[in-house]
Nanobody
Framework: QVRLVESGGGLVQPGGSLRLSCAAS????????MAWYRQAPGKQRELVAR???????NYADSVKGRFTISRDNAKNTVYLQMNSLKPEDAAVYYC???????????????WGQGTQVTVFS
């Protein structure tokens, strides 16, 4: 069964950096697009960054120039490098992957468990 495990969240001061990772495992045939979302308390979950199987990326305006999404297809892993963090970046970050499991005809969307990012002075 496909499972996504996130890591890399934590506490950081404004201006600091964090790198999130999300690794998929469990009978994977192929991966398609991958993305990072975040959800702050009292707010809706929002798209932060997305990367296609071909490596094309797009970002939320609020993180452009500060965050970088990348992927390692051999490891079925997606990363989010977050630089120049601001207090408004604090949220629970979730990865999303489109994964075709072995034995399945179509891909399905899978979510990670979420990792907390806290930005404080």
């Amino acid at each position: 069964q496909v499972r996504l495990v996130e890591s890399g969240g934590g506490l950081v001061q404004p201006g600091g950096s964090l790198r999130l990772s999300c690794a998929a495992s469990g009978g994977i045939f192929s991966t398609n697009h991958m993305a990072w979302y975040r959800q702050a308390p009292g707010k809706q979950r929002e798209l932060v960054a997305r990367i296609t199987s071909g490596g094309s990326t797009n970002y939320a305006d609020s993180v452009k120039g500060r965050f970088t999404i990348s992927r390692d297809n051999a490891k079925n892993t997606v990363y989010l490098q977050m630089n120049s963090l601001k207090p408004e970046d604090a949220a629970v970050y979730y990865c999303l992957m489109s994964v075709q499991a072995i034995g399945q005809i179509a891909a399905n969307a899978y979510w990670g468990q979420g990792t907390q990012v806290t930005v404080f002075s």
